[in-house]
């Protein structure tokens, strides 16, 4: 979703637009806005040269009148109690859009995940935990992987709780599948992007064979969303990370620079592809530019020369609240966050189910199922926008709120 100074008040911005369409209270807006709970610890660990550090770790658990919380932990130098806050609530809106029976959770740790030793971050993530065991679990909070942290830092999760409450897979996500994690899930929300553009191309009549897309951000879901659109019949003719983008018309390799990645840490001078400025990559002539990294990739600074025909947000809260305004006047759509990139919320579900149930499922029956409920949703959006008359944000919002009102409704006050 849109992200001006945090990304809680676009949050509240478009939570408040969606309560007043609906024609819902302020009280009801607020509620909807404040999060249940926020946790912040201090974990010190010694580091390898002996010295003590402090790192600060965030988890905020936003809603859960439709379900346990859920949601991802980032280890990011920039993570602050707003940014895992806003990401909080946007989970809750996420989970209730493509309407599976969970709510909105996040956190974070403030570090630089690169800068730590493989020890450093295992006795991180351990003493995390040890810290807030009491408020995690398989039927109050799932956490799961984001920016920074990935399958091995979910195992080290699983391991510690495990180690207090006995064998409790289901109390995390996106765990390794020699752990109980699900096939698919890896690569899920790149797969759930791809299922999504597929949808919003049968939407406006458009064939996707020969079609082009730029992805900003070489990570899980650049990568992963790049493998999806080529399967598809998309160009994807320039990616980026976070400190180069390269360029090529036929299409880039994907492999080669998967293995220029591993073997030089970067992108830059990848053969057969053209550098170009990181910044200039989603301004790149195209059908669908995908901002996949950060937050705040689109602003006004930026919009006014985005000449993509729809802007798909792959990372959550990539564009600022005057970008999403400028785009919408310009014409382009805006495929928002809580649909896009839902597709790891949906096979963490999967994955959660799973466990309870003590059953594995093949690749193909998790295809299938992300296939059928982010289909479903993508669906419902788009349909909903082209009768009330709204942008795709708006229209998903609407639901999402309505159905997150609906569960409060029923439980009560
Ligand atoms: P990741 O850590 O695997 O990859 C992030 C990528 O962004 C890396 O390639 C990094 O080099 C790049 N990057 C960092 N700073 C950058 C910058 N300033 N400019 C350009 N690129 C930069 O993270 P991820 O899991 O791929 O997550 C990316 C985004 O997608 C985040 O917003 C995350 O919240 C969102 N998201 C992730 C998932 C998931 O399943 N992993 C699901 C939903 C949403």
Redesign the pocket.
């Known amino acids: 979703m849109p992200a001006d100074s945090t990304t809680k008040s676009a949050y509240e911005t478009f939570l408040s637009a969606a309560c007043e369409r609906l024609g819902y209270s302020d009280t009801i807006a607020s509620l909807l806005t404040l999060a249940a709970m926020e946790i912040k610890v201090e974990i010190p660990i010694v580091r390898d040269n002996g010295e003590l550090a402090i790192f600060t770790g965030y988890r905020v658990q936003h809603q859960n009148a439709r379900g346990p919380c859920k949601g991802?932990l980032?280890y990011?130098p920039q993570v602050d109690l707003d940014e895992v806050r806003g990401?909080a609530s946007l989970m809750t809106m996420k989970t209730a859009l493509v309407n599976i029976p969970l709510g909105g959770g996040k956190g974070g740790i403030t570090c630089d995940p690169k800068a730590l030793s493989l020890r450093e971050l295992e006795t991180l993530t351990r003493k995390f935990v040890k810290r807030i065991h009491r408020e995690i679990g398989p039927n109050s909070d799932i956490m799961?992987?984001?920016?920074?942290?990935?399958a091995r830092v979910m195992g080290w999760i699983h391991s510690e709780y495990s180690a207090i409450y006995g064998h409790s897979p289901a109390a995390v996500t996106?765990k390794p599948v020699s752990l109980g994690g699900s096939a698919g899930?890896e690569t899920?929300?790149g797969d759930g992007i791809g299922m999504v553009i597929r949808e919003y191309a049968r939407h406006r009549n458009l064939a996707l064979d020969g079609m082009t897309a730029v992805i900003?951000?070489?990570?899980?879901?650049?990568?992963?969303t790049a493998r999806a659109l080529q399967r598809l019949g998309i160009r994807v003719t320039a990616i980026?990370?976070?400190?180069s983008?390269v360029y090529r018309a036929e299409g880039i390799d994907l492999d080669a620079l998967i293995q220029r990645k591993r073997e030089r840490g970067s992108l830059a001078e990848a053969p057969e592809h053209e550098e170009i400025e990181?910044a200039a990559?989603l301004e790149t002539k195209c059908d669908f530019a995908v901002p996949?990294?950060?937050?705040n990739?689109i602003t006004e600074k930026n919009a006014g020369r985005i000449s993509a025909r729809a802007v798909v947000e792959?990372?959550?809260?990539?564009l600022t609240c005057e970008a999403d305004r400028m785009l919408r006047e310009r014409g382009i759509d805006v495929v928002p966050?809580i649909l896009a990139?839902?597709?790891?919320?949906i096979v963490?579900y999967f994955e959660w189910i799973q466990n309870l149930q003590r059953e594995v499922w093949p690749v193909e029956r998790v295809e299938s199922e992300l296939d059928r409920i982010i289909g479903n949703a993508a669906r419902e959006v788009f349909i909903h926008a082209r009768e009330k008359g709204l942008d795709m944000r708006s229209a998903a919002f609407d639901i999402a709120v309505a159905r997150v009102k609906e569960a409060l409704d029923a439980t009560g006050f």
């Open positions: 991802g980032r990011h990401l799961a992987p984001d920016m920074g942290s990935n996106g899930r899920a929300t900003q951000g070489f990570g899980n879901v650049g990568i992963n980026s990370d976070s400190r983008a990181p990559l996949a990294a950060l937050e990739a792959g990372a959550n809260g990539p966050d990139n839902a597709g790891g919320v963490s």
